[in-house]
């Protein structure tokens, strides 16, 4: 049989759980940056993205983030711009949900730009909620 001559498999591959759950310094873009939010995800390390000013831009992510940051459509992420293509740019940073409040709140964001923050925090006017619920007949002879 021959001999592994490799590093390890699969889950050496994988690393491990680092916590980036912590807080961290909120970092606020500079000049040749720019703040944009996910429209969908290409593939191949790539995704489309509404760019504050306006511009729909063609975004790559880099390899320091590539399969360690998973961006979903929605996300708000933080783009270097670049100065020979305007349609392209490369992700830096994607910001995790409280810290997207924390833009929106300091008037980084628009106020018109809609943040995905899952099911658990929908901000949506819930006038009555018995309106959710359907009410079905018992008898199920008249159908």
């Known amino acids: ?3 592994n001559k490799g590093k390890g498999g699969k889950n050496r591959k994988r690393g491990k759980n680092e916590a980036d759950d912590e807080k961290r310094e909120l970092v606020f873009k500079e000049d040749g940056q720019e703040y944009a939010q996910v429209l969908r995800m290409l593939g191949n390390g790539r995704c489309e993205a509404m760019c504050i000013d306006g511009t ?3 975004c790559h992510i880099r390899g320091k983030m590539h399969k360690k940051v998973w961006i979903a459509a929605g996300d708000i992420i933080l783009v270097g711009l670049r100065d ?3 349609d392209k740019a490369d992700v830096i940073l994607k910001y995790m949900p409280d810290e997207a409040r924390l833009l929106k709140a300091y008037g980084e964001l628009p106020e018109n730009t809609r943040l995905n ?4 925090n929908m901000d949506e006017e819930d006038d009555n909620p018995a309106d959710d619920y359907i009410e079905f ?4 002879d008249k159908i």
Do not use: F
């Open 137 to 140: 007949e018992d008898d199920i």
């Open 117 to 120: 923050e899952g099911i658990a």
């Open 84 to 86: 020979y293509q305007d």
């Open 1 to 3: 049989m021959p001999k």
């Open 56 to 58: 729909k831009r063609l």
